[in-house]
């Protein structure tokens, strides 16, 4: 059974540890595996945790509010971590890229491959600059990765779009 204490959910259940994170979830804390919010969020909605609140059953609707709290773009990124897992691919964390998420292909599991995406959720209405384009694609192309736009509309549909330098 997972735990949600102070906006954080830990599955310390071992074997279920071991399995989620065989399928590309959370993070070790030695048995126990930490989840962030939009991976918690996503198993509890596909009934494949649990999620404890001291000894009350946490629902989607009540652990989903009670992330909100604390990050303010939670609705748009969980639409697409949850597109994403939906299609089949392993979603992980792409802080270390600058992004939100690096996705994996599919049928890949993590530490077997690399990650081939890095995908930033970005809602319709944003205004952005040629700068910030041009720096997106810059820290993806030195990682050698393909860099991806996730536009998330006021109804929470997702498209893609892939950004991309031409070489000459």
């Given amino acids: 059974m ?3 204490t102070g906006n954080k959910v ?16 959370g993070e070790e804390v030695g048995e126990r595996l930490l989840l962030a919010p939009v991976e918690a969020l996503y198993l509890v909605e596909k ?3 649990s999620v404890l609140d001291g000894k009350k059953r946490m629902a989607f609707d009540s652990l989903f509010l009670a ?13 697409v971590y949850r597109d994403l897992r ?3 691919y ?25 990650s081939e995406l890095l995908v930033q959720p970005v809602p319709e209405e944003m205004k952005t600059s040629v700068y910030e384009i041009a720096g997106a694609i ?5 990682v050698k990765k393909k860099m991806i736009w996730a536009i998330v509309d006021t109804e929470g549909d997702v498209t893609y779009i892939k950004l991309s330098r031409i070489v000459p």
């Fill in 2 to 4: 997972a735990i949600f």
């Fill in 10 to 25: 830990m599955e310390n259940e071992p074997a279920a540890a071991k399995m989620l994170k065989e399928r590309g979830f």
């Fill in 47 to 49: 009934k494949r945790i």
């Fill in 67 to 79: 992330f909100k709290k604390a990050e303010k773009e939670l609705d748009m990124k969980y639409a």
């Fill in 86 to 88: 939906s299609k089949g």
């Fill in 90 to 114: 392993v979603v992980r964390t792409g802080l270390k890229y600058g992004t939100y998420f690096r996705v994996y292909d599919k049928g890949i599991r993590v530490g077997e491959g690399h």
């Fill in 138 to 142: 810059r820290i993806s192309h030195s």
